[in-house]
Nanobody, 129 residues
Framework: EVQLVESGGGLVRVGGSLRLSCAASGFTFDDYAIGWFRQAPGKEREGVSC????????YYADSVKGRFTISSDTAKNTVYLQMNNLKPEDTAHYYCAAGGVPREALNLLWNSPWEYNYWGQGTYVTVSS
């Protein structure tokens, strides 16, 4: 059974940091792209970052470039999202997802929720001013 379990969310002040974790089980890590998405109240789900374990490529939304870093520990089947210099607009429910997005299409499709087959339950991040 495929499972993705997120952790690490919480309440943080503006300018603070959090590290989210996505622990994956039930599938071969190398065969999937692992994405982080977020959804704020009243807004659509948006792609935040993506990691492709097949070639180590990473992708970021413009809104988080320079502040967020995605990484993985393949031995633990875990993907991390280090979030620094957090802003109130980063407040959202954060989800990780796994998808068999073709490597050659990742640069175009990494942030499309429809390309991901498996989703975790999410973890909530609140950034207070």
């Amino acid at each position: 059974e495929v499972q993705l379990v997120e952790s690490g969310g919480g309440l943080v002040r503006v300018g603070g940091s959090l590290r989210l974790s996505c622990a994956a089980s039930g599938f071969t890590f190398d065969d999937y792209a692992i994405g982080w998405f977020r959804q704020a109240p009243g807004k659509e789900r948006e792609g935040v970052s993506c990691f492709s374990s097949s070639d180590g490529s990473t992708y970021y939304a413009d809104s988080v470039k320079g502040r967020f870093t995605i990484s993985s520990d393949t031995a633990k089947n875990t993907v991390y999202l280090q979030m620094n210099n957090l802003k109130p607009e980063d407040t959202a429910h954060y989800y990780c997802a796994a998808g068999g997005v073709p490597r050659e299409a990742l640069n175009l499709l990494w942030n499309s929720p429809w390309e991901y087959n498996y989703w975790g339950q999410g973890t909530y991040v609140t950034v207070s001013s």
